[in-house]
């Protein structure tokens, strides 16, 4: 039976091990969701259920310190962003709690003929949230908040690597007052997920991870005719086409790359920039990213800690490796020390690669040198991934015709790291399917109940 573990990357060390749930368990947390469901989505009202959610955005910033040390632990995250990624997803669960009213009212339909209509949003159900080890408060918290504010109850199945902040969300809910079975953390297997996914209590499934992840989940939620919001990979191009500042464009982009150690599904990775600031972007941009400082995660000056484990340190490795074997320039960086891995980047690679098309999910920055405006929108579409990207121009003409363009499901435009509970989270092609955060997260696992009524 598979083991949920705390290991410590910067280490190697085994820290603590959660043994995975039985059957029985698994029986009973699909139970006692189901019971809350019934009972519950229909006596509690929106206020009631924006006031316990409130309670759950307070114990997030009470319990900061003790929150953000665990996923520090848990997936080697520098503290300080550890720190934000907490704060972050305290605002996220206190905005579903200030719209909980907004995004249950009726709404009024205008109508041809006499009399009224409306539509009702009503709860699913259970949902399964399969969530990953990278955000470990964040991507729990834009999954949970809306659902919980429209009346669902969650299942949650966190990352193996992430038992400690799994069990540590699971006591915000039940501390803040949450009735039994609203917010249920289960420690299953894969093949547990499975059975939950197929089981007729469970309406639907949301699941944030990898390609493969999501494939397999999307199909077995269509085995069972469940409906499933998918939040995948991506590949975002930094799109550099003109700019009054290099020096605080270069900062834009290192700082769009190293976040979350350079292991966020919508980070920079491709850079795309103009002929005639391509030398200068390279130049400072590796000279940006090779000082920027790998060490202890815990300590004050660290910029990049270790990756979240050794496979996914070697893994890493691995492809760019194959990368430089196939004819790309390694700039800097690229050797591996244990889990721990530099800032490196990357030149040369062209559409023959694989290193073209995959997502490099680590601190690796790839520099691509192009003619003009219509050439970087080629290469910023020649990826199976459509999450975010980002477009630095001085035109603001340029900047919406090419935002336009760019197939993805979010552009910012001459800014980075500018997420916010407000702004909707979700891409196209191979990045996703749905949407979370800001109000459209609302609309993913819900009834939008019709009601007409005749004169």
């Known amino acids: 039976m598979t083991d949920y573990a705390v290991v410590n990357p910067a280490t190697g060390e085994t820290l603590a091990t959660y043994p995975a749930f039985t059957d029985a368990q698994i029986e009973a947390a699909i139970a006692a969701a189901d019971r809350a469901h019934r009972d519950w989505a229909r006596t509690s009202g929106a206020g009631e259920r924006a006031d316990l959610l409130r309670r759950v955005a307070q114990l997030h910033r009470e319990r900061r310190d003790e929150l953000a040390a665990i996923i520090v632990r848990e997936m080697g995250k520098p503290l300080a962003a550890a720190e934000g990624e907490v704060d972050f997803a305290a605002d996220i669960t206190e905005f579903y709690a200030d719209n909980a009213l907004a995004i249950t009212r009726d709404q009024p339909i205008d109508i041809l003929g006499e009399g009224t209509a409306v539509i ?65 953390n289960v420690y299953a297997t894969n093949e547990q997920a499975a059975t939950i996914i197929a089981d007729p209590r469970v309406q639907g499934v949301s699941v ?121 320039t390694l700039v800097t960086g690229g050797t591996r020390d244990g889990a721990y891995y530099p800032a490196t980047v990357l030149t040369g690679v062209t559409p023959e690669m694989d290193a073209y098309r995959e997502e490099f999910f680590g601190p690796v920055g790839v520099v691509y040198r192009v003619a003009d405006e219509e050439e970087a929108i080629a290469v910023a579409n020649g990826t199976p991934f459509g999450l975010g990207s980002y477009v630095f121009t001085t035109d603001p003409e340029q900047a919406q015709r090419v935002a336009d363009r760019i197939e993805a499901g979010m552009v910012y435009v001459n800014l980075v790291l500018a997420d916010s509970p407000e702004l909707p989270f979700g891409g196209v092609k191979r990045s996703g399917t749905s949407r979370e955060m800001g109000l459209l997260a609302a609309d993913e696992f819900v009834n939008k109940k019709l009601i007409r009524v005749g004169p």
């Open 120 to 184: 009702r949003k009503a709860p699913l159900g259970v949902l399964l949230g399969i969530m990953p080890w990278n955000f470990p408060y964040y991507q729990v918290a834009r999954f949970a908040a809306p659902n919980v504010a429209l009346g669902n109850t969650i299942l949650l199945k966190h990352a193996p690597q992430c038992p400690e902040s799994a069990a540590a969300i699971e006591a915000m809910y039940r501390d803040a007052g949450f009735p039994e079975g609203v917010y249920v």
């Open 208 to 328: 944030t991870g990898s390609e493969r992840a999501g494939a397999a989940v999307a199909e077995q939620a269509g085995r069972h005719l469940k409906k499933v919001a998918l939040e995948l990979g991506g590949s975002d191009p930094f799109i550099l086409l003109s700019t009054d500042d290099i020096d605080a464009a270069v900062r834009a982009a290192v700082d769009a790359r190293l976040d979350n150690n350079g292991q966020s599904c919508n980070a920079a990775k491709r850079f795309i920039v103009v002929d005639d600031l391509y030398d200068t972007f390279v130049e400072r941009f590796t000279a940006t990213m090779a000082d920027s400082a790998l060490g202890d995660p815990f300590a004050d000056d660290t910029v990049i800690g270790p990756l979240s484990s050794l496979t996914a340190a070697e893994r890493l490795d691995e492809q760019v490796q194959k990368a430089i074997a196939g004819g790309a």
